[in-house]
C-alpha cells in the first residue's frame, strides 16, 4: 500500500471511520467504515457495497445508479439557477419551467431512491 493511501486511511479514522476486515475487490486495500456506514475504498476513492447475491448485486446498482442521476439533475437544476440573473422576464420563465419540471424529476427520484436503498438494507 502507498504511503498516500496509509495516510488517506489515518485521516478517516482520525474522523471517525474505521478500519474493516475487508478488502476492496477492485484494489485490494482496507476498506474503512465511514460515520454513514458506508464502506469506502481510500486508493479508489469510492463506496464499495458488500453482496452476496446477484440479486443484491443488481438491488445495489439500482441504488448507485438513481444516486448518479439524481446528481445530474441537481447540478442542472444549480446551472439554471445560476443563468437567471442575466435573463430577460420570458427566458426566465422558460428557465424556471424548466427548474420546475427538474425538481418534480428530483423529489420523485429521491423517493425511488429512498424506497430503493430501504429495501437493500
Given at each position: 500500500m502507498e504511503k498516500d493511501v496509509v495516510k488517506k486511511?489515518?485521516?478517516?479514522?482520525?474522523?471517525?471511520?474505521?478500519?474493516?476486515?475487508?478488502?476492496?475487490?477492485?484494489?485490494?486495500?482496507?476498506?474503512?467504515?465511514?460515520?454513514t456506514g458506508e464502506l469506502y475504498c481510500a486508493n479508489c476513492e469510492r463506496t464499495v457495497v458488500l453482496v452476496k447475491t446477484e440479486e443484491e448485486a443488481q438491488q445495489a446498482l439500482e441504488v448507485i445508479e438513481l444516486r448518479e442521476v439524481r446528481k445530474i439533475i441537481f447540478d442542472k437544476i444549480l446551472q439554471l439557477g445560476k443563468e437567471l440573473e442575466r435573463l430577460s422576464a420570458s427566458e426566465m420563465i422558460?428557465?424556471?419551467?424548466?427548474?420546475?419540471?427538474?425538481?418534480?424529476?428530483?423529489?420523485?427520484?429521491?423517493?425511488?431512491h429512498v424506497e430503493t436503498a430501504k429495501a437493500t438494507s
Amino acid at each position: 500500500m502507498e504511503k498516500d493511501v496509509v495516510k488517506k486511511i489515518a485521516q478517516l479514522v482520525r474522523a471517525g471511520a474505521t478500519l474493516t476486515s475487508y478488502t476492496c475487490p477492485a484494489c485490494g486495500t482496507v476498506l474503512v467504515r465511514l460515520k454513514t456506514g458506508e464502506l469506502y475504498c481510500a486508493n479508489c476513492e469510492r463506496t464499495v457495497v458488500l453482496v452476496k447475491t446477484e440479486e443484491e448485486a443488481q438491488q445495489a446498482l439500482e441504488v448507485i445508479e438513481l444516486r448518479e442521476v439524481r446528481k445530474i439533475i441537481f447540478d442542472k437544476i444549480l446551472q439554471l439557477g445560476k443563468e437567471l440573473e442575466r435573463l430577460s422576464a420570458s427566458e426566465m420563465i422558460d428557465h424556471l419551467r424548466s427548474m420546475s419540471l427538474l425538481l418534480d424529476i428530483y423529489e420523485r427520484l429521491s423517493r425511488v431512491h429512498v424506497e430503493t436503498a430501504k429495501a437493500t438494507s
